[in-house]
């Protein structure tokens, strides 16, 4: 099984920042990529940005020149460091893991989510 917990959520202020950190943990023969999404209320989630143990990186255009997703590879770990927030970025941040198995098979797990408020 596969534990993914997020962290770093909170209130800020439009124009503030905040830092969204992932570990994934447990059974995890490796993990192919990361993302965070988030969901606004009465919305559908929608992908905010995504990166391949390769390093390579996509972004929702909303964000793009404001958040920045990083990983550390050893420690399982994705980040999310957001600036600029804007009134529209309130929302509840998931993350994503997928974990490839060793018989090449992939699932997508995910965590609780933790919630972004933006005050303006």
């Known amino acids: 099984q596969v534990q993914v917990v997020e962290s770093g959520g909170g209130l800020v202020q439009a124009g503030g920042s905040l830092r969204l950190s992932c570990a994934a943990s447990g059974s995890i023969f490796s993990l192919s990529a990361m993302g965070w999404y988030r969901q606004a209320h009465g919305m559908q989630r929608e992908l905010v940005a995504t990166?391949?143990?390769?390093?390579?990186?996509e972004y929702a255009d909303s964000v793009k020149g404001r958040f920045t997703i990083s990983r550390d590879g050893a420690k399982n770990t994705v980040y999310l460091q957001m600036n600029s927030l804007k009134p529209e970025d309130p929302a509840v941040y998931y993350c994503n893991a997928n974990v490839r198995y060793e018989d090449a098979t992939t699932y997508h797990y995910w965590g609780q989510g933790t919630q972004v408020t933006v005050s303006s």
């Open positions: 990166i391949t143990s390769g390093g390579s990186t």
